[in-house]
């Protein structure tokens, strides 16, 4: 299976991404980890895919953020110790090897061009809107303690740290509120600001592209066992599917 692939019909203005859903890993990097595959599925976001798939156009990579974490900078893709990433012990030999790193680095390169490619037609028609769909933990103290405090962990974190607000405060609105009326606890900035497909997006189309950084609390599935509740997730891409049509309408024209 490739990388990354772009998939539905990119002809309007809306799009929806999910980075961090891949699973699969390189040859190469598969052979030098002994990160318990269970471990690593916990850190990575399961089934965003399937909530970015309401989008009429969508990015899904396939590819593990253990092989390349496209949502940081380039220097920082690949997780070379414990300490860039959450204190796990991922490599066989401590750390890779450059070459290894330089290749998944590569792919990290091919990545961007290729979606730069392909924004920079969508931007060429006006200003578009970039749903960025991750999911976060918050049950890290194990699968019987009690989960992280709700006033710290809402269920679905808004990242617009890097927002263009006066061009784009109306579409943050507009999602916002979509939310909010179908009964989900939804704050700005509390957990996650948005981070490097948010800073690449802002930075090339400044004016032009916004990127809403979703984070959903795994609270659609047992980030333990991996068991998925099939009617959140489908109220989960009901809601996101709902808003749609007020952000376009909210859009600079």
């Not at 496209?70 to 110790?81: G, I, M, P, Q």
């Not at 974190?157 to 609105?173: E, I, K, M, Y």
């Amino acid at each position: 299976m490739d990388a990354y692939e772009f998939r539905g019909d990119w002809s309007g203005q809306l799009i929806a991404s999910a980075i961090h859903a891949g699973h699969d890993l390189r040859p190469e990097v598969a052979d030098l980890m002994i990160l318990d595959e269970a471990d690593r599925l916990r850190e990575e976001d399961p089934h965003t895919d399937r909530i970015a798939a309401r989008a009429p156009a969508q990015i899904v990579v396939h590819r593990s953020r253990f092989e390349m974490d496209l949502n940081r900078v380039r220097e920082k893709t690949v997780y070379r110790s414990p300490a860039d990433c959450w204190d796990l012990d991922v490599w066989s030999s401590g750390s890779l090897p450059d070459d290894v790193v330089e290749r998944s680095m590569e792919e990290y390169d091919s990545f961007f061009a290729a979606l730069a490619e392909r924004l920079d037609e969508v931007a060429a028609r006006g200003p578009f809107v970039l749903y960025d769909i991750h999911s976060y933990n918050h049950r890290r103290d194990g699968a019987d303690a009690e989960p992280a405090p709700a006033e710290e962990n809402p269920e679905v974190n808004l990242g617009t740290g890097s927002v263009d607000h006066v061009t784009f405060g109306a579409v943050v609105g507009a999602f916002r509120q979509t939310m909010l009326d179908e009964g989900f606890d939804v704050r700005d900035n509390v957990k996650f600001l948005g981070q490097n497909l948010a800073w690449f997006v802002h930075g090339r189309y400044p004016g032009v592209g916004c990127v809403l950084a979703i984070e959903f609390k795994k609270t659609f599935m047992d980030e333990w066992t991996g068991e998925v509740d099939e009617d959140h997730l489908t109220r989960l891409g009901d809601a996101i599917e709902k808003s749609f049509g007020p952000v376009l309408e909210a859009m600079p024209r």
